[in-house]
């Protein structure tokens, strides 16, 4: 998730079994899944959802295994991608988990509400096509620092938010955008930093503005927003 504390969303196989063990809460939501028990809480919320990834696979052009889990009190609300298979016998590449306490605060209208629930998915959609693709390292500092991978990340979740404001006159990206400029942080030498509030406010802006105003395709987004992150200094 856009985190303020710099803590990072990005995480190795083992971190990501160990932070969505208790329970283990598969959500299937393409046509091959498996049923699950899964949920976020709302079932008109998770029809809803589970059509919201699909276009986001569609537009990002990666379908990661997805879970839900009940963040532990001492890490706070968060969601996550991990570049490793959700177990060895799954036909999917990357996974995904999202916060059962972030989206519950969420669908209460907290961090952009459902908009920003969109925003947080797209953001971490960034992160499995940086995995996907293998830009990834291309993003990462000399000294581990990844914050150039999180900006991009908010890049391309504005892109994506201006496709779904186009779709839906009543959705508040303006909301979204605004939450993402207030989550930066300056804990700049952690693995986590994400950016400052407004190195993000910048990302995510110029992302939407790419797509509202010039109708730049997907894989051009993907070019552009490198070309930006790239001249971002760390530390502003």
Same mark, same amino acid.
């Given at each position: ?10 995480? #190795? ?13 598969? =959500?299937? =939501? %393409?046509?091959?899944?498996?049923? #699950? ?10 029809? %809803?959802? %589970? ?7 569609? #537009?990002? *052009?990666?379908?990661?295994? =997805? ?5 532990? $009190?001492?890490?706070?609300? *968060? ?9 060895? *016998?799954? $036909? ?17 209208? %907290?961090?952009?509400?459902? $908009? ?20 990834? +390292?291309?993003?990462?500092? $000399? ?6 991978? +999180? ?23 303006? +909301? ?9 942080? +300056?804990?700049? *030498? ?11 406010? !910048? ?14 395709? =997907? ?14 200094? !760390?530390?502003?």
């Amino acid at each position: 998730m856009p985190s303020s504390d710099g803590s990072s969303c990005i995480l #190795t196989s083992k971190e990501f079994q160990e932070k969505t063990a208790e329970p283990p809460q598969r =959500f299937g =939501f %393409a046509f091959d899944d498996e049923v #699950t028990h899964a949920s976020s809480g709302d079932k008109h919320f998770d029809r %809803a959802y %589970a059509i919201t990834l699909l276009k986001l696979s569609k #537009t990002f *052009n990666v379908l990661p295994s =997805f879970v839900f889990f009940r963040e532990k $009190p001492d890490v706070g609300r *968060n969601a996550y991608a991990s570049p490793e298979r959700l177990s060895a *016998n799954s $036909p999917r590449d990357v996974s995904m988990a999202y916060g059962l306490n972030l989206m519950g605060d969420q669908l209460k209208g %907290a961090y952009g509400g459902i $908009p920003g629930i969109v925003g947080v998915t797209a953001h971490e959609f960034g992160h499995l096509l940086q995995f996907r693709t293998g830009i990834a +390292e291309q993003l990462r500092l $000399p000294n581990g620092n990844y914050f150039r991978g +999180e900006l991009h990340a908010d890049y391309l979740a504005g892109y994506y938010l201006a496709i779904r404001a186009e779709e839906n006159s009543g959705f508040n990206a303006s +909301e979204v955008i605004s939450t993402f400029g207030m989550m930066g942080d +300056e804990s700049y *030498n952690r693995p986590g930093h994400h950016g400052t509030n407004a190195q993000r406010l !910048q990302a995510i802006s110029l992302g939407y503005r790419l797509y509202k105003d010039n109708r730049m395709n =997907f894989s051009d987004a993907i070019q552009s927003g490198l070309n930006h992150v790239n001249s971002v200094r !760390q530390g502003g």
